[in-house]
Structure formats: structure tokens, C-alpha cells
């Protein structure tokens, strides 16, 4: 558990200002928007940045986007005010800045791109930052092994999205989410697309089996929970389904798939809530109970359920936002989070239980908090179901009833009874702190008592996901129906289980842990492995490593001769010369002198002299520059080679067992490959189109006739460049090397 670091002065300094300035624009910026998007318009922007791969930063903002970018900016905007004195007293408090405004254009990014290549993009920054804010306290073992965790998790998953982005790419013709027109359910690629992006969902909004990296996240400072892990980045694999659902959903691997993985996270992740001793925890398995409701109803993909999961997303927002952050205030003013300790604490911190109430009773569903309207919605959305009714419905009511309880152990057991002995005497937290979770348990009760309110975004967003117009009607309350029913025995079921929790949660602490554990032995066996294959390919010895190069080179070129089934003709001789011949006795007496000396000095001249053998080649077939290139090199090498070993110590004798009948083998097989492969290339027809290409540009495009030169310096320019860095960063090693070998020689 981070410590907190408060110090009031942060808000007037840069950092803190601008931590709090920048979403607090950006927020008023995108709110702008919303009379455009609420009538049904969307906004595009496009920048082309890679064009010739496709790859564009596009910006939709339509009514999801637009959702998200306000959650993000509003609650970033609030989560960074409270951190102005929650952390403001931290050493390293600039970095954490920087840290939390990265994630936040990050997630920007993500859910404003309408290219898929750029969202993917946004999607590792988040992941990135996500993993630097985790392991903020880096002195804590703790806090560097769960962000490690999470960072191997979900950039696992990032991985198989971006391959689900290349196959869509394929499918569509396109990488722009706006310009996938029709769904890909009839493409043979459709199954791959649909399991590699769910992949890429999965682990980022924790769902069962990948759902214990979130809890473990909980090693971060309180402000970094409040708004990755239950506002904002959790929820970016909510968003890529909700934004894929035109284009992937409506079938039944859609259906079945996140409705029976959303439900069983659900349900799970809400009874794991009640075993949790530290209210952190418990909030964070509440999390994924949401994450888990989402998901489920927009794999149901009706218009009911998706109207429903659009209210719910701001609902959850809303309300955990504030618990996250009601919970810090609570740890600053009482030195704990343990639930079983934390008593009567309203009378001390009446302003915190105030807020923690509220943000509660919407967690909780009851009226006329905004939660019970998302609840309200949740139930009529699985009661209309024909298929899946009784699995949606289930796991909705048991999720809720976990929830009603859960919502007891945070926000009523602490600030009640007697009070209770704690590390530090019960006081309340400053301004900056409290004004974050006041102002967000408000607004749910707002949106509650006047839902119109939250119209304008909740139908707009349902468009979205759904890719036809919706209708959508927030009320508190009409009638009396099922759904209503179903709210009362919820809270029926939910008291009880609040009034049972203690002998539940001993209960549930006996049952043993699977997955973290799980996690551990695979890392370490993964460690092992490693260490055991880097003893076996990385000898120390540099003769082994060339003998498995080449041998895996003469693999590669076997299999690709056996594949490519060329035709072979004997090469034809009669146009060499005397000189041709000449010159080739002289290259083959330069390789079997390099092969056969006991002279490492003699073996590197024998070796250049190959090399002047290859430049009289250039000179015979015309050319010379090239010629002179091969010259000056060779030249280079043999006189580097011989300052270096005059520099270098005296070298024993070479105690490599292995039969040099070997490395004949394979020098024979590279040699016999190589010359199979020349005789097939000169068997086949020469295509010009290149030749032709650099004739026709050089001089008009380039402004010059050796077409060489100008393939080097203009047309490969950078990669010329690259190699020319590449030489010079050698050249600087080689002569650090032979500079700290200055001394007489042993």
C-alpha cells in the first residue's frame, strides 16, 4: 500500500496546474461536441501518416467516442485535483504526472482513432503507461512484480489484436473502422478476426482467465486505480468490442462467447469481492463483476441490452470513480483499509461518508440513484431475451444481489457503529481530495432524480455500438413489472447476504487461490527455460556460433530449393577465358590458404585475397567503381586486422574437439547450395522492370546518370545512411576496444 505524500501547496505549482489544467480543457473542449452528436452527427477528422500502408490519424467522434473522451477528461480531471494533494508531497511526483497524462492521451487516442492501426497505437501507450503508473512506488517488490504482470497480460493480448487488425485489413480492404462496410460475419476470415480481437479485449478488460492481473494492479497509489482500473483503461476492451459490434457481431461465436465469459466474470469476480479484508480489493473485484455485465449484454447485442450496457458504462463510471477515491481518503485520515477494523467514522469524516453513501446506494442500485435506472435497464434488457434469457438474467440478478452487499461492506460498515481503533486518529481529508468523490456521487444522484440528463450521451453512444439510430428512454420509474420484482429481491438477497458476509468471507478464505499462484510457477518456469537454453546455444564460443549459422542458413536454402522445384541446365563454360580462369585459380588458392593455415595473420591476407580476386571480377565485367569500393575494402580489413592483433593478446591454442570434417561439410554444402541456386537464377528470364524504373527516373527524378550512385544516394538514401551509422558505430567500438588494450603484451 503506497503511503500518501500529501502536501497542499501542489495545486499552485506547474505540475500541479498543469496536471489539472489539461483535462479541464480538454473536458470543456469535447463537451462542445455534444449537441452535434446528441442530434446524430459524427465528426471526422482525418490525417494521412503512413499512406502508402493505409495507416491514417483519423478521428471519429461520434456518440461512443464521445462518451468515453468526456468519462476520460471529467474523471482524469477530478483524479488528478485529488492527486495534487494525495501525492503531492512525493519525491517523485512530476514523474507521476507525466505518467497519468500519457495514459490519458493514450486513451484518447484509443477510443477517438478511426484507424485501426493507429488505435492499436494508443492501444500500447496505455499499456505502456498503465505499467509505469502500476510500479510507480518501484521500491516495492510488490508494486514491480503486479505491474510487470499486467504489462505481460495485456500486451499478450495486444499482440493478438494487432493480428486481428492485419486479417481485417485483409477482409475489409481497409484499416479505417468507418470504412468497413458491411460485417464480416459471411468472410472465411471472420472466425480468426473475431478470436484474435477478442483476445486483444479479454485481457485488457481483465476477463475470466485473465482477470487476476487487476486486482494485483491495486499495488499503484490510489489515484491510479480510481482511474485506470475503473474508469478508463479496463474499459478499453469494453470499447473495441462495443466499437467492433457493427462489423463482428450478430452471430453466435459473438453471442455465445461474451455472454458466457461476461457472465461467469461477473458472478465470480462478485463473490471474490466478498473474501476481500481490504476495501481496495474488494472495489477491484467489483470491477470486474462490471467489466463482466458490459461485455455480456453487448455480446446479447439487442437494442435493449446495448441501451443498457451504454447507461450502465456511465453508471459504473460514475460511482466506482468515487469509491476509489472515497477509499483514499478513508486510508489518509485512518492509516487502513481493513475492513474488518474500519468503524463509526462518520462522525469524524461526515463529508467522506456522505459521498461514500451515495456512490454506494448507485453501486447498490437503490432509488433514485442513477445505478438503479442501469440496473433497472440491465433486467428489462434480459428479460426480453428469446435465447440465453434464464443465463443473462441469472447472472445479472446474482451479480446485483453480490453488489447490494458488497456496497454495505465499503460504504456502510466503516462509517457506523462504535468507532473502532485505528493506526491514526479518524480526521478528515483536505479540499482536493474530498471535491473528486463528492462531485461524482452528486452527479449519479442527479442523473438518477433526471435521467434526460444522461439521454444525450447514453443514445448516442447506443447508435454507435448497434450502427443504426436507436431510441432511448431513461426513466427512474413507471410501473410495476418483472424487472421491478426482480430490483426488490435483489435487495432482498443483497441485505441478506450483507447481514451473512463474515461467515461468508470465512468461508470463501479457505478456498485456495488458482490463478495468481498460477501465474508464479509459470513465470518461474519460464526463467528456467531460459536459463537452460541460453547454457545450451550461448557457449562463450564464437567457432559454434558461425557453425550453427551456416547451418541453419544451408537449412533455409534446402528447403527453399526442395519448395521452389527449380529446373536446372548445365552452365556453359565456352565463354570463359584465360583470364577468367586465371583469376578464379587465384580466389580458390586465397580460400583454401585462409582454410588450411595455422596463422590467424596468414588467414586474414589469404582472405583479402579473395577479396582482390572479386575486385578483378568488377573490372573485367565493367565495373571499375564498384571495383575500387571492393578494393579500398579489403585493403581496410587486412590493415585493421593486423593493428588489432598486434593489440590483442596472444591467443592459446584453439581447443575446439569437434572433427574439422564438419565444417568441410558444411563449407561444401553452403558452397554447392550457393552455386545451385546462381545457375537457377541464370536460368531464368531476367525481369527489367527495375532496370527500366531507375533508366527512365534517375536523371529527371534524381539528376543524375550514374544510375548506381543514384540508387545509393537518393533512392536508398536512408538506408545508406543507416548502414554508413551502422560502420561508424563499429568503427568507434573497434577502436575502444583496441584503445583500453594499450600495454605490452602478455
Not at 63 to 89: H, R
Not at 319 to 333: R, S
Not at 444 to 458: F, H, K, N, R, Y
Not at 560 to 568: I, K, M, P
Request: glycine share 10%; proline share 5%.
Amino acid at each position: 500500500m503506497a503511503a500518501t505524500q500529501t502536501d497542499s501547496r501542489a495545486l499552485t505549482r506547474p505540475a500541479g496546474l498543469i496536471s489539472v489544467a489539461v483535462p479541464l480543457a480538454l473536458f470543456g473542449w469535447f463537451l462542445q461536441f455534444l449537441p452535434e452528436v446528441a442530434a446524430g452527427g459524427t465528426v471526422v477528422y482525418r490525417i494521412d501518416w503512413v499512406p502508402s500502408l493505409g495507416v491514417g490519424l483519423g478521428v471519429l467522434l461520434d456518440g461512443l467516442s464521445l462518451t468515453f473522451a468526456l468519462l476520460i477528461t471529467g474523471i482524469g480531471a477530478l483524479v488528478t485535483l485529488y492527486s495534487t494533494s494525495y501525492l503531492g508531497g512525493h519525491r517523485d511526483y512530476g514523474r507521476f504526472v507525466c505518467y497519468i497524462l500519457a495514459f490519458m492521451g493514450g486513451m484518447l487516442g484509443l477510443v477517438l482513432s478511426d484507424n485501426l492501426l493507429s488505435l492499436f497505437v494508443f492501444w500500447e501507450v496505455t499499456t505502456i503507461s498503465s505499467y509505469l503508473l502500476i510500479g510507480f512506488d518501484a521500491d516495492r517488490g510488490a508494486a514491480r512484480r503486479n505491474a510487470l504482470q499486467a504489462l505481460l497480460v495485456t500486451a499478450t493480448g495486444g499482440l493478438a489484436f494487432l493480428a486481428g487488425i492485419i486479417l481485417i485489413g485483409m477482409a475489409a480492404g481497409t484499416f479505417d473502422i468507418s470504412g468497413i462496410g458491411e460485417p464480416l460475419a459471411s468472410h472465411p476470415l471472420y472466425l480468426p478476426i473475431f478470436l484474435l480481437v477478442v483476445a486483444g479485449a479479454f485481457t485488457k478488460s481483465a476477463q475470466v482467465p485473465f482477470h487476476f492481473w487487476l486486482p494485483n494492479a491495486m499495488a499503484a497509489p490510489t489515484p491510479v486505480s480510481a482511474y485506470l482500473h475503473s474508469a478508463t483503461m479496463v474499459k478499453g476492451g469494453v470499447y473495441l468490442l462495443a466499437r467492433m459490434n457493427p462489423s463482428l457481431g450478430g452471430t453466435d461465436p459473438w453471442f455465445w462467447t461474451l455472454v458466457l465469459f461476461g457472465g461467469v466474470t461477473a458472478v465470480f469476480a462478485s463473490v471474490m469481492a466478498l473474501r476481500q479484508t481490504d476495501i481496495k480489493q474488494v472495489l477491484a473485484y467489483t470491477t470486474l463483476m462490471a467489466l463482466g455485465t458490459l461485455i455480456m449484454f453487448i455480446g446479447v447485442g439487442t437494442e435493449y441490452a446495448v441501451q443498457a450496457a451504454m447507461a450502465f458504462l456511465v453508471v459504473h463510471s460514475l460511482y466506482k470513480a468515487a469509491l476509489f477515491l472515497m477509499i483514499g481518503v478513508v486510508d489518509h485520515g485512518t492509516g487502513t483499509r481493513d475492513a474488518r477494523v474500519l468503524r463509526g467514522l462518520g462522525r469524524a469524516m461526515p463529508v467522506t461518508m456522505v459521498a461514500a453513501m451515495l456512490a454506494a446506494l448507485s453501486m447498490a442500485g437503490v432509488p433514485p440513484l442513477f445505478g438503479f435506472v442501469g440496473k433497472e435497464f440491465l433486467y428489462k434488457a434480459a428479460l426480453d431475451l428469446d435465447v440465453g434469457r434464464l443465463w443473462v438474467t441469472g447472472c445479472a440478478f446474482a451479480a446485483s444481489a453480490l453488489m447490494f452487499a458488497t456496497a454495505g461492506i465499503v460504504a456502510w460498515r466503516p462509517f457506523v457503529g462504535k468507532p473502532a481503533d485505528t493506526p491514526t486518529a479518524p480526521h478528515e481529508g483536505p479540499w482536493p481530495m474530498l471535491a473528486g468523490p463528492l462531485v461524482l456521487a452528486l452527479l449519479g444522484l442527479a442523473l438518477g432524480i433526471m435521467p434526460d440528463l444522461a439521454e444525450p450521451l447514453v443514445r448516442p453512444a447506443t447508435a454507435a455500438v448497434l450502427g443504426v439510430a436507436a431510441k432511448v428512454d431513461l426513466y427512474l420509474f413507471r410501473t410495476v413489472n418483472a424487472a421491478f420484482v426482480l430490483s426488490l429481491l435483489t435487495f432482498a438477497g443483497g441485505f441478506a447476504l450483507y447481514l451473512s458476509h463474515a461467515r461468508l468471507r470465512a468461508g470463501l478464505s479457505r478456498t485456495p487461490k488458482l490463478f495468481d499462484p498460477g501465474w508464479d510457477r509459470l513465470m518461474d518456469l519460464v526463467a528456467a527455460g531460459s536459463t537452460a537454453l541460453t547454457g545450451a546455444i550461448q557457449t562463450g564460443r564464437l567457432r559454434r556460433y558461425i557453425f550453427v549459422t551456416f547451418a541453419t542458413l544451408a537449412a533455409v536454402l534446402s528447403v527453399a530449393l526442395w519448395r521452389a522445384e527449380v529446373t536446372l541446365a548445365a552452365p556453359d563454360f565456352d565463354d570463359l577465358r584465360a583470364k577468367h580462369w586465371s583469376v578464379l585459380i587465384f580466389i580458390m588458392a586465397g580460400a583454401l590458404l585462409t582454410a588450411f593455415t595455422r596463422s590467424r595473420m596468414t588467414a586474414v591476407a589469404a582472405l583479402g585475397v579473395v577479396g582482390i580476386g572479386v575486385a578483378l571480377i568488377f573490372i573485367m565485367f565493367g565495373a571499375p567503381d564498384v571495383a575500387i569500393t571492393q578494393l579500398l575494402i579489403e585493403v581496410l580489413q587486412v590493415v585493421l586486422f593486423a593493428v588489432a592483433m598486434l593489440k590483442l593478446p596472444h591467443l592459446g591454442r584453439d581447443m575446439n574437439t569437434r572433427p574439422r570434417a564438419w565444417d568441410a561439410v558444411l563449407a561444401l554444402a553452403i558452397g554447392g547450395l550457393t552455386a545451385t541456386i546462381l545457375i537457377a537464377v541464370m536460368a531464368t528470364p531476367l525481369d527489367l522492370r527495375l532496370t527500366a524504373f531507375f533508366e527512365a527516373a534517375s536523371v529527371p527524378l534524381a539528376h543524375g546518370r550514374n544510375i548506381v550512385n543514384v540508387i545509393l544516394v537518393d533512392f536508398r538514401a536512408l538506408d545508406t545512411f543507416g548502414e554508413i551509422a551502422v560502420v561508424a558505430v563499429a568503427a568507434l567500438g573497434a577502436w575502444a576496444v583496441l584503445r583500453g588494450t594499450r600495454g605490452a603484451r602478455p
